[in-house]
């Protein structure tokens, strides 16, 4: 089972960069983001509309680049969770958790015994560990990440208990979704939203986990940072496409 770097960095209470991919899921994507630097690189299944299928090459290819390679799952469901990490994820992200007790089943999905309850189904050459099966599952356990999104005013009233669960390795501020849920949607300098980073970076200071938020701007990703934010998605294949086609076209316009 490969290293999750991702995994170790924010053991050592250091901060993770990473990029989150919406329409360029192609089998360069990992060698690109680690040509740049990145830690991980995590893929969107719930809001795409990606099956493993089209995922799974992808996730495939990662093994050969030093970034971590991550899913963001279509919901909260063993098949999907471990489903991910079998095609080669080290980390799923779980959208719309509600409390700690969807926290833990997303953990149980996420390992195998007696951690957890998922099936085996480790079939990659490069997964399997020389002492066997036992010591894979171990492996596979220990390098596994999960990570939990605070997506509604429920969830943010949990977010203690949440983030005390065995097993979370990032609770994750989904800001659109939680903007929405308070009634102020995409305000997110709003003092209750401001609010709402403090206490998500102060429950998983408190209990040993990594805050985590995917940033607007590289501005919006330094800030995040100093503000105790451990585990950002620095942009999106989206914002990288569309500023720096922006920018060529402006520069070439300019030109005329």
């Given at each position: ?11 050592d ?22 040509g ?33 390679p ?7 469901l ?25 926290a ?6 996420a ?53 005390r ?33 403090e206490?998500v970076?102060a429950?998983?200071?408190d ?8 940033a607007s701007?590289?501005?919006?990703a330094?800030?995040?940072?100093e503000?105790?934010f451990?585990?950002?998605?620095v ?9 720096g ?12």
């Amino acid at each position: 089972m490969p290293t999750n770097r991702t995994k170790r960095i924010l053991q050592d209470g250091g901060v993770a960069l990473g990029v989150m991919i919406f329409e360029m899921a192609t089998t360069g994507v990992g060698r690109m983001a680690a040509g740049a630097g990145a830690d991980f690189v995590l893929l969107d299944m719930e809001h795409t509309g990606w099956s493993l299928d089209r995922v799974g090459p992808v996730l495939g290819s990662m093994r050969a680049d030093d970034v971590t390679p991550l899913v963001r799952v279509p919901a909260i469901l063993p098949h999907l969770i471990a489903g991910s990490l079998d095609a080669g994820a080290l980390g799923v992200m779980l959208p719309m958790v509600a409390d700690e007790g969807q926290a833990a089943a997303a953990v149980r999905a996420a390992r195998f015994p007696p951690e957890g309850s998922r099936g085996y189904g480790l079939l990659y050459r490069d997964q399997a560990h020389p002492d066997g099966m036992g010591a894979t599952t171990r492996s596979a356990n220990d390098e596994t990440m999960v990570i939990v999104q605070i997506e509604t005013v429920d969830a943010l009233d949990r977010v203690e208990a949440i983030a005390r669960t065995p097993g979370v390795d990032v609770v994750w501020i989904g800001q659109y979704d939680l903007s929405a849920s308070m009634g102020i949607p995409g305000d997110f300098d709003h003092e209750r939203m401001r609010d709402a980073d403090e206490r998500v970076v102060a429950a998983c200071r408190d209990h040993g986990r990594a805050a985590g938020m995917l940033a607007s701007d590289p501005a919006h990703a330094g800030s995040l940072v100093e503000r105790g934010f451990r585990c950002v998605a620095v942009t999106s294949d989206l914002q990288l496409f569309d500023g720096g086609l922006s920018r060529a076209l402006e520069a070439a316009r300019r030109a005329r």
